[in-house]
């Protein structure tokens, strides 16, 4: 099959790991048993028409069945350039409407409530800088040691950790590498930490493996995402809070520093986006107190007497 080739002879060639294994599985769970049987030159926009269709009536997001359609389109225009057809279908069928659903971070008083929940949690820290940097899980759980400045006040940006793998790889943009300040209390919860960290060490004694990682398992190694995104959301429910994504907290800390009249430049440098129109974009949504600062604002430009000198 067409589609099982371009991804050995192509993605793999190509992409990182993580994309590959994301390619492969749409693939096989929502394109391939829609089409497969399908001879590649006898595939007609009808057919890929009814798979996006089908995906639809079987509840999956808008999101999910516009990038099976992606990943489709993308293939079969490899198809294309490699002469193996004439024209690209999925190119003539249109995917289904984006969908925009609205982004509920974390309040400030949330957000303190959560972290005071899980104060005695091994990863209280993670938690804290998460939210008060907003980096992303696959930058917290690659951190190490060597990049981060407690005396200084400092934590460097340096690598990602690649989803399902205990890999670091270097960060996608140039803007993704940065050097983020610490508030007084990330600091000394990651100084606890550290103290926790090194107790678990001694236990482990030789089973421990030494990748200098700032949040690793009881023998050193790298914390697996999904178990960290696991132990977040049942923290979450415990605390009687909503349900988030982990990606949510880097919502959350964006939020709470515009809420509070940060500058949406510096918030774009924080956050490690290549560009400022990518944090425009994400956080167009004005918040009940951004909306009630403004307001205050106007009050007080309207409120202002004429300069006397002016006449």
């Not at 049987?37 to 509840?59: F, Q, S, W």
């Not at 509920?104 to 091994?122: E, G, I, N, W």
């Not at 090194?198 to 995402?225: H, K, Y």
Request: with cysteine; net charge positive.
């Amino acid at each position: 099959m067409w589609l099982n080739e371009w991804l050995t002879t192509s993605v793999e060639a190509r992409n990182r790991p993580r994309t590959v294994s994301s390619y492969r599985e749409t693939v096989d769970r929502y394109i391939d048993p829609a089409i497969g049987r399908i001879a590649l030159k006898r595939l007609e926009p009808e057919a890929v028409d009814a798979m996006l269709r089908r995906l639809t009536a079987r509840g999956l997001s808008p999101t999910t069945v516009r990038y099976a359609h992606a990943i489709l389109r993308i293939a079969l225009g490899r198809a294309v350039k490699s002469g193996r057809v004439i024209r690209n279908v999925a190119s003539l069928v249109e995917p289904p409407a984006r969908s925009t659903p609205e982004r509920l971070p974390l309040t400030a008083d949330q957000a303190r409530a959560f972290l005071a929940a899980v104060d005695k949690d091994r990863l209280a820290a993670l938690y804290k800088l998460a939210i008060s940097t907003g980096m992303r899980q696959g930058e917290l759980l690659a951190l190490r040691w060597q990049d981060v400045d407690l005396d200084g006040g400092r934590v460097t940006i340096r690598h990602t950790l690649r989803l399902g793998t205990r890999e670091l790889a270097e960060p996608k943009t140039e803007r993704a590498r940065r050097t983020l300040r610490l508030s007084a209390e990330t600091a000394s919860g990651l100084r606890e930490h550290r103290r926790r960290q090194l107790q678990d060490r001694l236990a482990a004694g030789r089973r421990w493996i030494d990748g200098d990682f700032v949040f690793a398992t009881g023998n050193g190694t790298p914390l697996d995402s999904r178990n960290v995104t696991k132990a977040f959301q049942r923290n979450l429910a415990n605390a009687g809070l909503p349900h988030q994504r982990f990606h949510d907290l880097r919502h959350a800390c964006a939020t709470l520093l515009l809420e509070d009249g940060e500058d949406l430049g510096v918030v774009s440098r924080i956050l490690g986006h290549s560009q400022i129109a990518t944090t425009a974009d994400v956080y167009a949504h004005l918040t009940p107190a951004m909306l009630e600062r403004s307001a205050a604002r106007m009050d007080s430009i309207l409120a202002r007497r004429p300069d006397a000198a002016s006449g």
